[in-house]
């Protein structure tokens, strides 16, 4: 997976590319929660995210509850019908900001 963090418009964007799983899980955890300590709002654009798994939409979760516990806000963009549908079994519509 290729992760690329930006700034755009006073927001931190990560764009991920590939597979989000066991393996790649770990860096993406250690990089987007390091941005909650100073910035408010982090968009993840998800156009090149090809799959997601468990270890991925724990990752998702843990993002969501420190942007709250840090009063930030994180949102997710460009999402693909494929893992929308993975949201959508398992209840992350519910808890994630998707537009």
Not at 84 to 92: D, H, I, L, N, S
């Amino acid at each position: 997976m290729e992760i690329v963090k930006s700034q755009q418009d006073g927001k931190v964007v990560f764009t991920l590319t590939g597979r989000l799983d066991t393996n790649t899980a770990p860096e993406f955890q250690a990089a987007l929660l390091s941005v909650f300590d100073g910035d408010k709002y982090v968009v993840l654009d998800f156009a090149g995210l090809e799959y997601i798994s468990s270890a991925g939409l724990r990752v998702l979760l843990l993002g969501e509850k420190t942007a709250k516990m840090k009063d930030s806000a994180m949102s997710l963009i460009n999402v693909r019908e494929e893992i929308r549908e993975v949201f959508e079994m398992t209840g992350f519509t519910d808890i994630l900001k998707i537009v």
